[in-house]
């Protein structure tokens, strides 16, 4: 195995790595103590946009870990972060499909959110932008409207790409699955800011404020996590009790720099670092 070693900074997915769903997966109380006790920087950043950094910070708190909003990032800060930088949130009008993460990503950037079926119109205007992230709440008016705001011209953008979820039951649907039914509605691609792409990881790293060849990814699946750490140009760490596993690897052109069970096993690694 590549040798562990160099590492000072981490950048750690959520779902599939330290829960499904509402249950811990073991150990996990003991890694970040890991954490603290090397005195390792890390950001918990994840593809999921539905739920708020503080949302994340209480979900931890119940499983009894303690991290800092600063320590979270989600897709939907990602995205709101991008956005405001290629425009004048000030003058951007955007229809979000998404949860409370994303609304409030997007408002604190101080862009106008815009309602169902807001559009463009004598006495009205509709979206600039429409960003669509998970919703437990999507329905019917939600799909339309965004529909009608990009077939009308506004930029399309997913916070994540993700196909699927894992949970305590199994995998569900992602986000993947709602930016497909836009596209086929409005036949547009959107423009997506998670993993695999590369700017949530870049966001992560300028936070941290480290180096590429000292930070390393965990993640558990190769699509997203680990191809988005390729991309990026930094180390990544599989972990096999999420999405992907080993026989996964057989089909890809691109690999994870080490491959563990879970996060126990990682915790074990760590607690031997010099």
């Known amino acids: 195995m590549t040798p562990f070693t160099n590492i000072r900074a981490l950048i750690i997915d959520m779902d599939g790595v330290l829960w499904h769903g509402n249950q811990a997966?073991?150990?996990?109380?003991?890694?970040?103590?890991?954490?603290?006790?090397?005195?390792?920087?890390?950001?918990?950043?994840?593809?999921?946009?539905?739920?708020?950094?503080?949302?994340?910070?209480?979900?931890?708190?119940?499983?009894g870990v303690?991290?800092?909003?600063?320590?979270?990032?989600?897709?939907?800060?990602?995205?709101?972060?991008?956005?405001?930088?290629?425009?004048?949130?000030?003058q951007t009008r955007v229809f979000?499909?998404?949860?409370?993460?994303?609304?409030?990503?997007?408002?604190?950037q101080g862009f106008t959110l815009t309602g169902l079926?807001?559009?463009?119109?004598?006495?009205?205007?509709?979206?600039?932008?429409?960003v669509c992230g998970k919703d437990h709440s999507i329905s019917w008016d939600k799909l339309a409207t965004a529909t009608l705001n990009i077939r009308a011209g506004a930029k399309f953008i997913g916070t994540n790409g993700d196909n699927t979820l894992p949970t305590e039951l199994g995998l569900i649907h992602g986000n993947g699955a709602i930016l497909a039914a836009l596209?086929?509605?409005?036949?547009?691609?959107?423009?997506i800011i998670g993993k695999?792409?590369?700017?949530?990881?870049?966001?992560?790293?300028?936070?941290?404020?480290?180096?590429?060849?000292?930070?390393?990814?965990?993640?558990?699946?190769?699509?997203?996590?680990?191809?988005g750490a390729v991309r990026t140009g930094i180390r990544s760490l599989m972990v096999l009790t999420g999405v992907s596993t080993e026989a996964d690897l057989k089909a890809i052109d691109y690999q994870p720099t080490w491959i563990m069970p879970d996060i126990r096993a990682i915790t074990e690694v760590l607690k031997a670092l010099e």
Do not use: C
């Open 183 to 191: 596209q086929t509605a409005s036949g547009v691609s959107p423009t």
């Open 25 to 63: 997966i073991g150990g996990l109380t003991d890694f970040f103590q890991t954490l603290r006790d090397k005195n390792l920087r890390f950001i918990l950043a994840t593809n999921n946009a539905s739920h708020t950094p503080q949302q994340y910070v209480k979900k931890l708190a119940d499983m």
């Open 196 to 227: 695999p792409e590369p700017i949530m990881y870049q966001q992560a790293i300028a936070r941290l404020g480290a180096d590429l060849g000292e930070t390393i990814a965990i993640g558990d699946k190769l699509e997203t996590d680990i191809l």
């Open 66 to 90: 303690t991290v800092d909003i600063n320590e979270i990032m989600t897709s939907a800060m990602a995205t709101a972060m991008y956005l405001a930088k290629i425009m004048d949130p000030a």
């Open 96 to 108: 979000v499909v998404g949860e409370d993460g994303a609304v409030q990503a997007l408002q604190e």
């Open 117 to 130: 079926y807001e559009l463009n119109g004598e006495n009205s205007k509709g979206a600039d932008v429409v």
